[in-house]
Structure formats: C-alpha cells, structure tokens
C-alpha cells in the first residue's frame, strides 16, 4: 500500500526552537510538495520539488524555513526559529510529473508553537 | 492574489441531498481542475478531476460541471450520505510536468441523517 509517510505527526515545541519535519514521498513519484494548512489561509504552497531540484519556494519564509530532499526518498522542511505563528498543519505531497494535478498526501504533521 | 474562489465556506444538507460546491478561478492559463477531499486528521485525496476541453465528468456519485467561458467549475454529490462529511477542496493547475496546485479555501460538508 504505497503511502506518503510523514513525521513527526504531532510536535510541540517553544517559540525560537528548531524544528524539523521528513517527509517519504510514494517510490517512483519524483515530484514533492510541502504545503501548509491552517483554518485562516487553507492550504498554501510552500515549496515544490522535481527529481530532487527546488522549483519553487516562492511562498516560503525564506529567512526561517529551509526545504531539502537529500535524496530520492526523503524530503525535509525545517523552521528555525520557529514562531507561534507557524502553528499549522504541514503536508508533504508526491506525484508523478507526467500526471499532473494528482498529488498524493501524507497524514500531516500538526506543529504547535508556543 | 486568490487564484481559485470556493464557495461555500459550510454547507449542511441531509442525507440524500445533493450538495453543490462552486469554485471560479482568473488564470485562463489552468487546464487541470481536481476536486480534493479531506476527512479530519488525514491528508487531502483526489476526489475527481475535470480538463476544460469536456463540460460535465461524472465518477460515480460525483460530478464536475465546468463553464469554461465563465471560468467556473462546481462539485454536486449526488445522493449524499452522512460518509461524505468531509472538507472539499477544488484546485486548479497549469498541466505540464512540473504543475502545482492553487488550492480554494475549502468547503466544510455536513450530511446530517
């Protein structure tokens, strides 16, 4: 049953701490999504990758949030420091670049700063 | 600048009703319309999907109406059963092979018995 594994599920961490999300994107997918989801702004894209190159970041804070895929089956978003305004849930995504539209979701990682 | 519209933000209807959920979009450059949807605590899934060059996409109780001239698509369910409370989320992208999705802002359904 090929997923989309996310972890952390849940974090809490203080306001100013480092933190870390990984994301395994479904085998053979070679396009990841991180998108942010909170009740104000829905989801929002905060960057994508194709066969592990950064496309597009352009919705991302650049000055705390950081996206890598250090290879094929991990991808990582991190925020440092991190803010109570990042409390959200954070969504990795894969799909095939040939089929566009469909993306594949992870459970999510629900991240509280306080 | 929203690129995708969704409304509307709740709707309650009760079992067997047919629900209606409208998204309009600005970018005529969008040429793939996915429905997503999202039960609580899981991740959004594809629902259904709709390109412009067809006006109504019917998968099982679901279907897609899509107004290319009016740059507007809508999901209806058919039937509906309280299984189908979910958030319901329309996007749209540019195809090709690097296609990010613009989400809408979501549709909270409540089917009630």
Known sequence: ?114 | QQQVKQSPQSLIVQKGGIPIINCAYENTAFDYFPWYQQFPGKGPALLIAIRPDVSEKKEGRFTISFNKSAKQFSLHIMDSQPGDSATYFCAASMGGTASKLTFGTGTRLQVTL
């Open chain 1, 1 to 114: 049953d090929a997923r989309v594994t996310q972890t952390p599920r849940h974090k809490v961490t203080e306001m100013g701490q480092e933190v870390t999300m990984r994301c395994q994107p479904i085998l053979g997918h070679n396009t990841v999504f991180w998108y942010r989801q909170t009740m104000m702004q829905g989801l929002e894209l905060l960057a994508y990758f194709r066969n592990r190159a950064p496309l597009d970041d352009s919705g991302m804070p650049k000055d705390r949030f950081s996206a890598e895929m250090p290879d094929a089956t991990l991808a990582t978003l991190k925020i440092q420091p991190s803010e109570p305004r990042d409390s959200a849930v954070y969504f990795c995504a894969s799909g095939r670049g040939n089929n566009p539209g469909e993306l594949f979701f992870g459970e999510g990682s629900r991240l509280t700063v306080l």
